[in-house]
C-alpha cells in the first residue's frame, strides 16, 4: 500500500500565526494597562551563537510589540554576580519574563541560576520547580523548544494517545520535558541516551521520534520505520538536524525541516508564555 503524501510540520507559518494572534494580545493589555509587556534576556560573555539567539528573541520581542530589555554581562561573571542580577529582574514589577541564555560560561552554576528565576516568570521553563509542576500536570511554563512541539503536534492534529515515542537525548530543557509532555498526552515514552544499547532497534519501533541528541544526523534514516512521525530538534551548521531527514521524509507520516520546523516554535512559544504572564501580571 503507497504511503500518503508526508505531512511537513510547517513551524515557520504557525509561528507567523501565533506572532499575529500575539500582538492582538498585546494591544489589548497595553490599552488595557498602559503598560508595555517586558521580556528581560541575560547574556553572560560574548558566544557569537547565544548572541544571535539572544537577538532573534529580541526581534520577536518587537515584531509583537513587546519591550526587551537586554542585560550583557562579562564573560568573568560569577555565579553569584549572576544571581545578584536574576534577584533584581524577579523584584521587577514591569518584567513579566526572564530568559537566561543557555549555555552560560563554565564557571558559572547553571542550575542554581535558572532556578533562582521566580516561576512566575519562568517564561523558557528552565526550573526544577516548572518542570516538576508540568511533569505533575499542574499550571507551570514549559521548556520552550518542547512546548513549541506539541504545540506544532496539537496544531497539525496528530495523534499522540496509544503511541510509542522515543525520545533520543535528555537534557534538562529538551529530552526530559518533552519526555513528559508526550507521557502526559498518554503516549508510551522511551528514552535514549549516550548508554543506551541497540539504540537502532529501538528506533525502529517508534511511531514518534524525537531527536534531540545534538549530533548532525545522528539518526540513520533506516533506523526509522514507515508512517513514522519525526521530529527532529536539532540544528547544525549547513542546516542540518539530528536525523537524515532528507533519506527518510517520503516515507514519514509528518515530519520538521531543518531549518523551518522546531526552530522557530521555539522562540514563538517563549513569546507566547511571556504574553500569558504579562495578562496575569499586569
Request: net charge positive.
Amino acid at each position: 500500500m503507497e504511503n500518503k503524501k508526508p505531512v511537513l510540520l510547517d513551524g515557520k507559518a504557525l509561528s507567523k500565526d501565533m506572532e499575529a494572534d500575539l500582538k492582538h494580545k498585546v494591544e489589548k493589555i497595553i490599552q488595557n494597562t498602559g503598560r508595555v509587556p517586558v521580556l528581560a534576556t541575560i547574556l553572560v560573555g560574548n558566544d557569537p551563537s547565544s548572541e544571535i539567539y539572544v537577538k532573534m528573541k529580541g526581534n520577536a520581542c518587537e515584531r509583537v510589540g513587546m519591550t526587551s530589555l537586554k542585560v550583557n554581562l562579562p564573560e568573568n561573571t560569577t555565579t553569584d554576580e549572576l544571581l545578584t542580577e536574576i534577584e533584581k529582574l524577579n523584584n521587577d514589577d514591569n518584567i513579566c519574563g526572564i530568559l537566561l541564555q543557555h549555555p552560560v560560561p563554565k564557571q558559572i552554576n547553571e542550575r542554581r541560576c535558572f532556578d533562582k528565576i521566580a516561576i512566575d516568570k519562568d517564561v523558557d521553563g528552565v526550573t526544577c520547580l516548572g518542570f516538576g509542576k508540568m511533569t505533575m500536570g499542574e499550571s507551570a511554563f514549559g521548556s520552550a523548544t518542547p512546548a513549541g512541539i506539541m504545540k506544532l503536534i496539537q496544531h497539525y492534529k496528530l495523534a499522540v494517545e496509544s503511541k510509542h515515542a522515543v525520545v533520543i537525548g535528555r537534557s534538562p530543557i529538551l529530552g526530559k520535558p518533552i519526555a513528559m509532555m508526550l507521557l502526559n498526552k498518554n503516549a508510551t515514552v522511551t528514552i535514549c541516551h549516550s548508554k543506551t544499547k541497540n539504540l537502532p532497534d529501538i528506533v525502529r519501533q517508534a511511531d514518534i521520534i524525537v531527536g534531540a541528541v545534538g549530533i548532525p544526523k545522528f539518526i540513520k534514516a533506516d533506523w526509522i520505520k514507515d508512517n513514522s512521525i519525526v521530529i527532529d530538534a536539532g540544528y547544525h551548521k549547513g542546516g542540518v538536524g539530528d536525523v537524515e531527514i532528507s533519506k527518510v521524509k517520503d516515507r514519514t507520516l509528518a515530519y520538521t525541516p531543518v531549518p523551518g520546523g522546531v526552530g522557530p516554535m521555539t522562540i514563538a512559544t517563549l513569546i507566547s508564555q511571556t504574553v500569558e504572564s504579562a495578562e496575569i501580571k499586569l
